[in-house]
């Protein structure tokens, strides 16, 4: 049995040009960087990942200490623009993850998260959600936003420092 789904939207303005945004997030091997520590995350299909519609992904991680697998496919590849990621299996009765870029000129753009869900009732299910479920996700999507930005900022060309004066 399922509950009712849920939704989750994020929003982040990065100083990037869109097609590079998207290239960070094109790469697969990159989810492991952006996911939170504690989750102990691991992407387990082997390098390299070639992303595109149909491509199936799969991945290893710990929530609350017990051990999942979980496994993905991207359903839409639109570079540079959107992309969305369906679990096949895993631990929601749903899971289907829309990634939207927006170019908001000057070198920059807008990434959206939109993540519909539904978890696995259970006798437990609703007291699950309260308690972990949704707070776990806004936690994952918080370090996300920092870890994104950490990413963002390596990326970038360092400006050159200031010409010294002559003495």
Do not use: C
């Not at 997030?25 to 995350?41: K, Q, R, V």
């Not at 991945?59 to 839409?76: A, Q």
């Not at 749903?94 to 696995?120: K, N, Q, S």
Request: aromatic residues 10%.
């Amino acid at each position: 049995m399922s509950g009712r789904e849920e939704l989750l939207i994020r929003e982040q303005r990065v100083e990037l040009p869109l097609e590079s945004t998207f290239e960070i997030y094109g790469d697969a091997l990159n989810l492991e960087e952006i996911t939170p520590p504690w989750l102990g995350f691991r992407v387990t299909t082997p390098a390299p990942i070639e992303m595109r519609a149909g491509t199936v992904i799969e991945y290893r991680l710990r929530l609350h200490g017990i051990p999942v697998r979980w496994k993905t496919r991207i359903e839409t590849w639109e570079p540079p623009h959107r992309f969305v990621d369906v679990q096949l299996s895993g631990p929601y009765a749903l899971w289907h993850h829309t990634h939207e870029f927006e170019p908001l000129g000057e070198g920059a753009a807008l990434i959206r998260d939109r993540v519909r869900y539904r978890i696995r009732f259970g006798p437990f299910g609703r007291l699950a959600l309260v308690l972990f479920v949704r707070r776990d996700l806004e936690r994952i999507f918080d370090y996300r936003r920092e870890a994104v930005s950490r990413l963002i900022d390596r990326r970038r060309p360092t400006a050159a420092p200031p010409p010294r004066s002559a003495p």
